[in-house]
């Protein structure tokens, strides 16, 4: 059975691989999988977001669909960027562009101004139609300057206490374990799971096998 991701994120596609690639699913992104679809985000949460990407390209014959929306919420900008982060300054913005405007913007600010956290919404459409949304949070702090290679987005000035230092500072599998879309991947993963586990006890019930 496939598993298709409703994006072409090649970074987000990485990081799929890396937290669910012990499914023994065929992982595709929508391009791998042949499919093109213009994907109107208007939904005001990244759940309805993720959800309304996931059911634009199901059902797909024998295929699991997923889509997730994330973004980055501020204190000081009273939560936004949010489910804008990806249309902040304009989708053609560069990030490193985006993130140098954010600290501009708390250029002087302390405290709990700069509080920050990363929201990820996981949906999965089933083939049968059933649906089912998960969701990860990571919290941190904006920090006083981009560090670190390892990201993308705004990773370079998302500071995580937690692990002392930037997301974009951090190795792939600390990131996945701590990261608002590895939290939301692994909660998917279960679901996931449980769902393969019962279509594989009824087509040993049946006699029949997809």
Do not use: Q
């Amino acid at each position: 059975m496939k598993l298709i991701f409703a994006t072409g994120n090649e970074n987000k596609m990485r990081e799929i691989r890396e937290i669910m690639g012990d499914l023994g699913l065929t992982i595709l992104s929508m391009k791998e999988a042949g499919i093109e679809a213009e994907i109107e985000e208007n939904g005001t949460t990244f759940r309805e977001n993720a959800l309304i990407k996931a059911r634009s390209i199901a059902p797909v014959e024998d295929a699991i669909v997923m889509a997730d929306d994330s973004g980055l919420s501020i204190a000081a900008f009273d939560g936004g960027p949010g489910v804008y982060s990806s249309r902040f300054l304009g989708t053609d913005t560069p990030y490193p562009e985006k993130n140098r405007h954010i600290l501009s913007k708390l250029e002087g600010v302390k405290g709990r101004k700069r509080k920050a956290w990363y929201t990820c919404a996981v949906a999965v459409v089933f083939p049968d139609g059933e649906e089912t949304v998960t969701e990860g949070r990571m919290y941190g702090r904006i920090a006083e300057a981009p560090a670190g290679e390892n990201g993308f987005g705004y990773d370079p000035i998302f500071f995580v206490p937690e692990a002392g230092k930037t997301a974009a500072e951090m190795e792939a599998e600390e990131k996945n374990a701590l990261s608002h879309r590895g939290k939301a991947l692994k909660k998917a993963e279960k679901v996931l799971c449980c769902w393969l586990s019962k279509r594989a006890k009824d087509e040993e019930k049946t006699g029949t096998k997809s």
